[in-house]
Structure formats: structure tokens, C-alpha cells
T-cell receptor
């Protein structure tokens, strides 16, 4: 009964490759987010979608492209991976009224 | 621009000690405030939140936080910590008029509780 799930949990890849991370929520929320947590555990928002529409787009390299096929899914595609992309990526979804965000387990991306 | 500062990077306590983790934010308008906890190897979970009303809010697992508007602070407290409280703690702020729900996080405080 996982509320927010992400796949894969770990991803090890080489520089220059293209990879995707998938996120799904079964909470019925309309809004979903992607966050990046760096090696110092600093969490920063990257994107947000509300009902398949992009509403937050922070200063992120355009190699990162979110895609939301429906409001329960928000995937993150990364082109031409760089060493600096190594981090833990968290997906989250939000209750509309309370603004409480529910986080997924994270995907640890390692670029070698 | 909004920012959140957590002054303590790493706090080490013995069991039964009292805890206070500092959180200050910079934003001139009305804010919503949150504390999240990340246990080792797990995802972030909400501890407590403040939207309006009583500035002293109680959360799960015996945690509480006090919003002091004049100090732009939202410090987290627990009277007696347990070894199981060992985790990373994040303070976060959202501008109340931000309909997108964008959260700005502090850099986190690592709490280590010695048994």
C-alpha cells in the first residue's frame, strides 16, 4: 500500500547516458514534485505538476525533463548525465487543502 | 527570496536529554511552516506543521514546535529524546500565498542520540 513509489531505488550509470526515474502516487493528489537532495543532504525543489500541468520549474538544466502522463505519475528524464547529477531524487505529492507533502523513498543516482 | 536556516548541523545527545533544534526563515509575508524527519535510509515524513492559530504546535512522537513571528523562528523541541529519534531533521517554509505549494527547505540537522 505504498503511497508514493519510485523506481528504481538505485541507479548507477556512466556520464553521457540518458536515464529515467519513475514516480507514482496512489493518494489521489493533484500535485506532484521532484526534489534533488545533494551530498550535503540539502533538498531543493526542481519541478511541480498539477493535474499534468507544469506549475513550478526551478533553475534546472534543460537536460532534465519531467513528464506527467496523468496526475498519478510524474517521471523525470535526464539526458547526457554528468557527475554533478549524482544525488538522491525524491518525488512527492501534495494534499490540496493541507499543503502537506508526502515523499517517496528516493532514487539514489550515481554517475561515474 | 525566501530562505531557511538551521543553525545546528549535527547535534549529539544522550537518551532522555531535551532537544531544541533551531530554524529561522527569511520572508516578509505570511508563511506556512513544517518540520520533516528523515530516518536513516528512509523517506521524509512530516513531524508537524503550522498554518495559523496557536503558535505552539504538537506533532507526532512527542515533538512540538513554536512559531515566534517576531523572531522569524520555528524551533523544534522534544522534552526527552530516545535512541530511535536519531535522524535528519528538516525545517521548511512555504509562502502562504504560494498556491503551487513550493517548499523551501533548510539544510537539515543531523541528530544522533546515544543510548
Amino acid at each position: 500500500d505504498t503511497a508514493v513509489s519510485q523506481t528504481p531505488k538505485y541507479l548507477v550509470t556512466q556520464m553521457g547516458n540518458d536515464k529515467s526515474i519513475k514516480c507514482e502516487q496512489n493518494l489521489g493528489h493533484d500535485t506532484m514534485y521532484w526534489y534533488k537532495q545533494d551530498s550535503k543532504k540539502f533538498l531543493k525543489i526542481m519541478f511541480s505538476y498539477n493535474n499534468k500541468e507544469l506549475i513550478i520549474n526551478e533553475t534546472v538544466p534543460n537536460r532534465f525533463s519531467p513528464k506527467s502522463p496523468d496526475k498519478a505519475h510524474l517521471n523525470l528524464h535526464i539526458n547526457s548525465l554528468e557527475l554533478g547529477d549524482s544525488a538522491v531524487y525524491f518525488c512527492a505529492s501534495r494534499e490540496t487543502d493541507s499543503y502537506e507533502q508526502y515523499f517517496g523513498p528516493g532514487t539514489r543516482l550515481t554517475v561515474t | 527570496a525566501q530562505s531557511v536556516s538551521q543553525h545546528n548541523h549535527h547535534v549529539i545527545l544522550s537518551e532522555a536529554a531535551s532537544l531544541e533544534l533551531g530554524c529561522n526563515y527569511s520572508y516578509g509575508g505570511t508563511v506556512n511552516l513544517f518540520w520533516y524527519v528523515q530516518y536513516p535510509g528512509q523517506h521524509l515524513q512530516l513531524l508537524l506543521k503550522y498554518f495559523s492559530g496557536d503558535p505552539l504546535v504538537k506533532g507526532i512522537k512527542g515533538f512540538e514546535a513554536e512559531f515566534i513571528k517576531s523572531k522569524f523562528s520555528f524551533n523544534l523541541r522534544k522534552p526527552s529524546v530516545q535512541w530511535s529519534d536519531t535522524a535528519e531533521y528538516f525545517c521548511a517554509v512555504k509562502a502562504a500565498d504560494n498556491q503551487g505549494g513550493k517548499l523551501i527547505f533548510g539544510q537539515g540537522t543531523e541528530l544522533s542520540v546515544k543510548p
